[in-house]
């Protein structure tokens, strides 16, 4: 048994450090108050969280290679009005795959400008959240988008029925990260997504296709931001233009507190979930105990800074270095 | 004791344990006033920790250190340089937007009122130090536009801004050329004249011999001993650092030849080199000799689909091909083992096994799966081949030595099987005993039939391993020695242009 110093808790704490804090979050709430573990209120959580999950696990992949995307708010409001105004044009068996092909395509495009033309993820992204809700405002006229028949329509399934007792938004959130996580674990596809943003250069002298991986990381990120899309507007059959609005930034900071280094090549999908599960859970142990909604953005940026210094710390073996 | 005679710098029983090593075990040398005082030690017998907390970047567990005999605590970088100690990186740190002034007081800019830099006293005074080191660049000339030699320098007229006791040297030619290495050693006992006493670590023997009056070894973060260099010679060096000796001489012994594996006729590449052709037979080791810059790198790079050449032919096997990416390169069955092994070679924090089987684990599936037990056996397969030590396949490739490193690299293209390797570079920054079994490997990858190209800018590597040896000038490939035609003078003349005819 090894002896319990500051370099071995660093250790377990570079590894383990999400689950730990994962728990000790849920501990305190818990004793805060007893309703925080009554299943309802776990299940109410996750429910709540499955959209922004759902964004989360594609993000996942563009940041492990490297990248970033800032758009997935912008975009899943793109995708939310696109398919509620083509569902009563064209119908919702129509609407679903032409909503997921738009997406696809915006998320093609940042593809090739990140991937084919190299440019930085962070600026092309950027420039995309603007001109996406710029699109989608175009799309829209600018006026909140309804379903005219909402008893009339099966389109409600998605974001408001239950299988076997759980709500569909949890289905597809697990279902997608079971699958996602093993394309990301156990492909070839998933080694080279972390060997590009591990080490891009040293990549293409191994002969794989960096743009090509890029390319499939953001229409990865995009069919994410797709179904994201469809839950949202199958949830409440209408919405407005900004329903994701400033979603990119709780989806980074569910992604960056599951342990993925922004610098690319670490992070998995599984703890990615935990990081998005920890959000909830504390966005809803504050509002149980008592805190204004509004603290939230504040407590939540705290936890951040909290969790990236532990992350570096940890990484040198101390809480603070002159170098790196 | 008289004041001259005092060492400059003294470590006495220094230890610095890390979780699990013991990085320096006791550590004791001196270095006097005027002295050059070689630090020799294969990598991770614990130099570049020893520096560290010479340049207080760690602190010793154990020991103490004394400047002019007076004990003395490096807190950190800034206060080592104050007390007197400055370390000249491997990889240097200069902010490459700034002028060479403001890189030599970063830190410590002349001020008038109100915080405002004193441009005219930082000028004149950065202009006086550069020109003690005969510098031919002006103090206000970008960083970034300046050659590594140069940069270098500006590194080491930083050091003589404070009046440095000891400066210590980190593998300081690794990427310059003779005529520069010259230069810096002029620098040097400059230096010393002045009495400043010099720590020169490097691997290559015979710069400590022409440089350094005592050679301090290490090894497994011991010191092995002291060594007076006129006493002593590399074979002694050479095993006290490894424990055993050496064989670094020619002995090549020409294997059976093959058919031509790689052809090349007129093939350019813009400015970069002209009309060059060559060809290698399978079972035979092609060495490309030059300088740094002569294009030896980009020819590889073309064969490896990385640059695009703008005139000339490729053959494989007699057939005429295009390389438009590595992937082309890698179905045609030519690898190519780079230059900078962290940079391009290796994803560090991946573990063993993925960097060595990533350029082909797209083959190595069961179903769509990648197949751990497919890519074990190879990992298992090329660590026994090559006698990689590490604790297991697990381990992140970034935590072995550099020499181990460079063999997972060398195990990643061998085990594609090859057609044609190119090895470039295959020892940079790799210690002399990983240096000779990785010469003796390439040897024996020839005689199993490997067609291999090797690129060095080191003499005593490209003599002792190559069938023939390609001498190359600005782009230009000037001559290919056999064997029996080669000598140390005649490249020497053919890589520096003389007798080329015409002038690039």
Request: one cysteine or more; hydrophobic letters at 50%; proline letters at 3%.
């Amino acid at each position: 048994m090894a002896a319990l110093t500051w370099s071995n808790i660093t250790q377990v704490l570079a590894k383990q450090g999400i689950l730990i804090a994962f728990a000790l979050f849920m501990f305190g709430f818990a004793l805060a108050n007893a309703r925080f573990l009554d299943i309802d209120n776990v299940l109410g959580v996750v429910r709540s969280s499955a959209i922004l999950g759902v964004m989360a696990l594609g993000v996942t992949f563009v940041v492990i290679s490297g990248n970033l995307d800032l758009s997935v708010g912008s975009m899943m409001s793109f995708s939310t009005i696109v398919v509620l105004d083509l569902h009563d044009k064209i119908g919702p068996a129509l609407a679903i795959p032409a909503m997921f092909a738009l997406t696809l395509c915006l998320g093609a495009l940042i593809g090739f400008l990140v991937g084919y033309l190299r440019l930085n993820s962070l600026i092309v992204t950027l420039g995309m959240l603007s001109a996406i809700h710029g699109l989608t405002l175009t799309w829209s006229g600018g006026k909140n988008m309804d379903i005219a028949d909402k008893q009339g329509t099966w389109f409600g399934i998605f974001g408001q029925d239950e299988m076997l007792g759980v709500p569909v938004p949890i289905l597809v959130f697990v279902l997608l990260a079971v699958v996602l996580s093993v394309l990301l674990a156990r492909t070839p596809f998933g080694r080279k997504v972390y060997a590009v943003g591990g080490n891009g250069t040293a990549a293409t002298f191994s002969g794989i296709p960096r743009a090509r991986i890029v390319f499939c990381t953001y229409l990865i990120s995009a069919f994410c931001v797709a179904c994201a899309g469809l839950l949202q507007a199958s949830r409440s059959l209408g919405s407005q233009n900004t329903v994701g609005q400033g979603l990119e930034l709780e989806v980074l900071a569910a992604v960056i507190l599951g342990g993925a280094s922004l610098l690319g090549g670490s992070g998995t999908v599984f703890k990615t979930v935990i990081g998005v599960l920890i959000l909830g859970f504390i966005q809803n142990g504050l509002l149980l105990v008592g805190l204004e909604f509004y603290v939230q953005y504040v407590v939540t940026w705290v936890i951040i800074i909290l969790a990236v210094w532990l992350d570096v710390a940890a990484k040198r073996g101390r809480l603070w270095s002159p170098i790196a | 004791m008289t004041t001259e005679s005092k060492p400059a710098l003294r470590l006495s029983g220094i230890v610095k344990t890390f979780p699990g090593v013991r990085a320096l075990d006791g550590v004791s040398f001196d270095v006097r006033p005027g002295e050059v005082h070689a630090l020799l030690g294969e990598n991770g017998a614990g130099k570049s920790t020893l520096m560290k907390v010479l340049a207080g970047i760690h602190q010793p567990n154990e020991g103490a250190i004394f400047i002019e005999e007076e004990k003395v605590v490096m807190r950190n970088p800034l206060d080592a340089k104050a007390k007197g100690v400055v370390l000249i990186h491997q990889e240097l740190s200069l902010a490459e937007e700034l002028s060479a002034a403001e890189n030599i007081y970063l830190g410590e800019l002349p001020r008038k009122s109100f915080g405002r830099v004193d441009w005219a006293t930082l000028y004149d005074r950065a202009g006086g130090i550069l020109k003690r080191l005969n510098c031919s660049f002006g103090p206000k000339t970008i960083v970034g536009d300046l050659s590594i030699a140069n940069k270098q320098m500006v590194e080491i007229a930083r050091a003589l801004t404070v009046d440095a006791k000891a400066v210590i040297f980190d593998e300081p030619t690794a990427s310059l050329t003779d005529a520069e290495k010259v230069v810096l050693f002029d620098v040097i006992r400059d230096l010393t004249a002045r009495g400043v006493g010099i720590v020169y670590i490097s691997h290559r023997m015979d710069e400590i011999f022409t440089l350094s009056d005592r050679i301090s070894v290490l090894r497994d973060g011991a010191h092995r001993g002291t060594l007076i260099t006129k006493e002593t010679d590399e074979d002694e060096v050479t095993k006290l650092m490894i424990g055993r000796s050496l064989d670094l001489t020619r002995n090549i012994v020409a294997g059976e030849l093959g058919p031509v594996a790689i052809e090349v006729q007129g093939l350019s590449c813009g400015k970069l080199y002209r009309d060059v052709g060559f060809e290698v037979r399978a079972g035979e080791v092609l060495g490309f000799y030059g300088l740094v810059g002569a294009g030896r790198t980009e020819i590889a790079e073309t064969l490896f689909g990385l640059r695009a050449p703008s005139a000339g032919e490729i053959r494989v096997d007699g057939q005429a091909v295009t390389i438009r990416s590595p992937g082309d390169a890698i179905r045609l069955g030519i690898s190519l083992v780079p230059e900078s092994r962290k940079e391009q070679g290796l994803i560090l924090g991946m573990s063993c096994k993925d960097n060595m089987t990533l350029p082909q684990v797209g083959d190595l599936t069961a179903g769509p799966f990648v197949s751990d037990g497919a890519e074990i056996a190879i990992f298992d397969q090329y660590r026994d081949k090559l006698a990689i030590k590490t604790p297991g396949w697990r381990q992140a490739v970034g935590n072995l030595s550099g020499g181990n490193q460079q063999k997972i690299v060398i195990g990643k293209w061998l085990s594609m099987q090859p057609k044609v390797l190119i090895v470039d570079e295959p020892t940079r920054g790799i210690d002399v005993g990983s240096k000779s079994e990785i010469h003796a490997l390439i040897r024996d990858l020839a005689k199993q039939g490997y067609a291999v190209i090797v690129i060095s800018s080191e003499m005593p590597e490209v003599l002792s391993v190559s069938d023939r040896i390609a001498a190359m000038y600005h782009g230009q490939l000037m001559r290919i020695f056999t064997a029996a035609e080669v000598s140390e003078d005649s490249l020497v003349q053919a890589i520096s242009g003389i007798g080329a005819g015409k002038v690039a």
